[in-house]
């Protein structure tokens, strides 16, 4: 993934998860050699740009997405929207000046392995409470070519937030274009949720493929993954979904002393991509056990 210099993505801390998420951009007039600062781009297709620096302000124009802006200078207040804070930036575009707010532009920018004349914008899309006390924090990807949105994808993260945001080509599939990684952070320590969402860029449309949650718990971790094609241990036209996991003995109902072991398994299943979903190649899952003794 190759992303935009000046542009920051911030997370919030664990001791500030309920605070907005930060969204900054580096204007021109924070750089040293200020015309060499790079573009950034548009998020949201009609995202409005305006004539001052304020949400009742006239509207100039509205932006589509991947379109590119020179951002000129920030406001020193924020605004928080979508559970998002962040600046509001005057920006160049279509011969025009004005305003819009940094949550309508893009965090992250990669072009396409399989067709060059397909680029990506990518960033948060909105951060809100869920009603399961935490908070649904949604990315948005958006697939432009020669100015025109072809495809969006919003997906969730299914722990806090997302890390690097990564396309590794086709990985050896013969019917993708791109492989789209959102790595999730291990937040909270013992027994957090953490991995990666899988996203593929396939027949010109975005597939939102599997999440791939694991535990990072000692004895207690699990974990599941890809291997694809390209990889080492990878075989032609087949994506192994490899699972570690584990299963505790059962009790005996007279015994009072808990076990000090458990059961690792380890798990091979093998897929093929039909250009929509993973289905089963065919080929039967393979699993393999043995017994750890607990300290």
Sequence with gaps: MRALAPLLFLLPTVAGAQDPVFVYHTPRASYLFPEEAGPAYVLFTDAPVHAEPAMDAPVLLKATAGEVVQVLEATEDTLVLNGMMSHWYRVALRNVEGWTWGGNLAQRTFGSHGDPTVKFVAGIDHVTPSDTGRYDFSYRIVAVRNGRELDRIVVRSFAWGFEEVRDHGHLGLRNVDDVITLAVPCVGGCGCTTGEVVVFWSGGRFHHVADLMGTPDGEFSENVGFVYPSDMEGEANTIVRVTSTYEEPEEEEQSD??????????????????????????RAMEERRYEMTLD
Excluded at 259 to 271: A, D, F, G, P
Excluded at 272 to 279: E, F, I, N, Y
């Design 257 to 282: 002393e808990p076990s000090n072991s458990l059961s690792r398994i380890l798990r091979k299943e093998y897929l093929r991509w039909d250009g929509k979903a993973l289905v089963p190649s065919g």
